[in-house]
């Protein structure tokens, strides 16, 4: 039998037993398509986080810190040393002080980071408004949670608004002795950006514009390496010389891992929707078998050979496995759309911000149509060899 002739055969319930036939592939679509909709919902939970908290310079960074165990403080000595390792690309160090800000009548207390620019872009700020300060400026960037203290309701108002500085550091009196003193910075200097933080009082300052004070160890160093080969291989140089080391990138791969493990559990959950479509799919084919049952064993009495039968029942359950998993990709992608709408409609009135929570790889996409026609092909199986194993005699009597 030829090819043609057997899709041709293959397709006849297509328009023979339109609702069934559409009722069963519609059943294959809901099942594939809610595998789609929670995996993508996974998936786009993980690139939402993931895009939240990284950059590439965030990830090819080393945040140093000083350690319980270590011998040396973070000065610019260590700074030296640690530069002169050639998998290390830049070093950025920050001191974090008392400081004190005044904005018209208001004072309120912070946090006082004072960094250079490359430490800001190393930290990967996000940012409610304005950018990173210019450091041959009067510049100073600020957290949201400085403004309320400010009793600032709108965080990006401030931006541009000029405020005053002094930072609590320690002061060496003529007896040697040392005491804590408030040194307040000259000048004023312009709020440049807010950074996305109701939790913490913080500011960031300029390294160069720091005046009254010595700064002579520092809290943190940002280390930037040339490439993801040498995060290991720094971070343990640095720990042999006693400071703490943490970097990003290992957050990122157990975020993955947490997310790797989610989304395997949603897509077990899809597969149940999965299983009873198939289970639907199958008995539309056993059903299918027995109402076709007289015609192929006349096919058989005329010459059709075995494979030609099954080839055509297998050809059948393969179509449906096929356009299930086409609408099930249709069904999955339109309802992640609508879901994440509402929700979207929902955050901007409750004060929040639009994030797109579904996202759906192309290869994903291409996988679940694959298995969705092997799936079709699975259910197939049975009544594609039975009817192939039918007794020619017997299935033309059948009624």
């Not at 980071?113 to 990173?132: C, E, H």
């Not at 579904?358 to 996409?365: E, I």
Request: hydrophobic share 50%.
């Amino acid at each position: 039998m030829r090819i043609p002739d057997i899709l041709k055969l293959s397709t006849r319930m297509f328009k023979t037993r339109k609702m069934r036939t559409f009722l069963t592939i519609m059943g294959i679509g809901i099942g594939i398509g809610a595998i789609l909709f929670l995996v993508s919902l996974g998936y786009g939970l993980q690139r939402a986080l993931i895009s939240q908290i990284t950059s590439s310079d965030a990830l090819l960074s080393l945040d140093v810190v000083q350690g319980e165990k270590a011998v040396l403080t973070i000065n610019n000595d260590v700074i030296a040393k640690i530069r002169e390792f050639p998998q290390v690309k830049e070093i950025a160090p920050m001191v974090s002080l008392r400081g004190q800000i005044l904005y018209e009548s208001t004072t309120a207390d912070a946090v006082a980071n004072i960094a250079s620019t490359d430490f800001l872009r190393f930290s990967n700020l996000k940012f409610s408004g304005g950018d990173i300060f210019d450091e041959n400026k009067n510049e100073i960037i600020i957290s949201s949670a400085v403004t309320r203290v400010l009793s600032i309701e709108n965080p990006i108002a401030i931006i541009g608004k000029e405020i005053s500085l002094s930072f609590l550091a320690v002061r060496v009196l003529e007896n040697g002795q040392e005491e804590l003193d408030l040194v307040p910075q000259a000048g004023t200097f312009m709020v440049k950006g807010v950074v996305d933080d109701d939790s913490s009082s913080f500011l960031f300052f300029p390294l160069e514009r720091a005046t009254g004070i010595t700064l002579d160890a520092y809290s943190q160093l940002k280390v930037r390496v040339n490439q993801t080969a040498d995060l290991d291989v720094i971070r343990n140089k640095i720990l042999d010389m006693g400071f703490s080391v943490a970097a990003l990138s290992d957050v990122i791969d157990q975020a993955n891992k947490i997310f790797g493990i989610l989304q395997i559990i949603l897509a077990i959950f899809g597969m149940v929707a999965l299983v009873v479509s198939a289970i639907g799919m199958f008995n539309t084919m056993t059903i299918a078998l027995m109402e076709r049952t007289h015609e192929v064993g006349i096919m058989k009495a005329l010459g059709a050979a075995r494979k030609d039968i099954m080839f055509m029942f297998l050809t059948e359950s393969i179509i449906m496995g096929f356009l299930g998993g086409v609408i099930g990709i249709i069904v999955g992608v339109a309802s992640g759309k609508i879901f994440n709408l509402i929700l979207n409609i929902l955050a901007r009135n409750l004060g929040g911000n639009a994030i797109d929570i579904f996202y759906t790889p192309l290869w994903f996409a291409v996988t679940i149509i694959v298995f969705s026609t092997f799936v079709g092909l699975l259910t197939g199986v049975w009544p594609a060899r039975r009817a192939a194993h039918l007794n020619p005699l017997e299935a033309v009597k059948y009624k």
